[in-house]
């Protein structure tokens, strides 16, 4: 069955701090790894990743994918309170599996 | 540009009951996508649709759930009998197609209430 393990389950933070969070999978025909960043009902997608050790870049946040390894990180630099959210990691194989996500909370 | 709409935002109905929950997806995506979340849970997917066709309904719990999309275009997720189990936020989610290289766009969801 594919699976997909987010870790921390949440995390507070200062703003400033940089943050890493954690995406491990295993599923059958791997396609490609999303993450989604989730602040009332409906995820807003941030990156699709499908090469592994390729950095994908959007101002503050950064990921890249282990295809060796089955994991991604999701890096959060110079943190702000707007970033405060939950965010989900899923896998796309036969079917897109998400994870249960990790809920972050930026402190002013 | 429009995005893909929900309706309605909220839903309450008791125990028994049937609901329907509809879904517009973006104009011109021709993969549309339910997936059901329940609190402190990821989306957990339910039915894919390319074009008019249920590609994929694995993920449908059981029997009383049914999804149609008769033009191709907006589609309808169906609950019968409805149980306190099927509380959760529903969303749906479409796209330009079913290939693992196009995006999949969320609606805002229906949040579901069985008392």
């Known amino acids: 069955e594919d699976k997909v393990v987010q870790s921390p389950l949440s995390l507070v933070v200062h703003e400033g701090d940089t943050v890493t969070l954690n995406c491990s999978y295993e599923?059958?025909?791997?396609?490609?790894l999303l993450w989604y960043k989730q602040e009332k009902k409906a995820p807003t997608f941030l990156f699709m990743l499908?090469?592994?050790?390729i950095e994908k870049k959007s101002g503050r946040l950064s990921s890249i994918l282990d295809k060796k390894e089955l994991f991604s990180i999701l890096n959060i630099t110079a943190t702000q309170t707007g970033d405060s959210a939950v965010y989900l990691c899923?896998?796309?194989?036969?079917?897109?599996?998400f994870g249960a996500g990790t809920i972050l909370r930026v402190k002013s | 540009g429009a995005g893909v709409s929900q309706t309605p935002s909220n839903k309450v109905t008791e125990k028994g009951k049937y609901v329907e929950l509809r879904c517009d997806p973006i104009?011109?995506?021709?993969?549309l996508y339910w997936y059901r979340q329940s609190l402190g849970q990821g989306p957990e997917f339910l039915i894919y649709?390319?074009?008019?066709?249920?590609?994929?309904d694995s993920g449908l719990p059981n029997d009383r759930f049914f999804a149609v999309r008769p033009e191709g275009s907006v589609s309808t997720l169906k609950i019968q009998r409805t149980e306190r189990g099927d509380s959760a936020v529903y969303l749906c989610?479409?796209?330009?197609?079913?290939?693992?290289?196009?995006?999949?766009?969320f609606g805002p969801g229906t949040r579901l209430t069985v008392t």
């Open positions: 104009s011109g995506h021709t993969a």
């Open positions: 599923v059958t025909n791997f396609r490609s």
């Open positions: 899923a896998v796309k194989g036969n079917k897109l599996v």
């Open positions: 989610a479409s796209s330009l197609g079913s290939d693992s290289s196009y995006e999949q766009y």
């Open positions: 499908t090469s592994s050790g």
């Open positions: 649709f390319q074009g008019t066709g249920a590609a994929d």
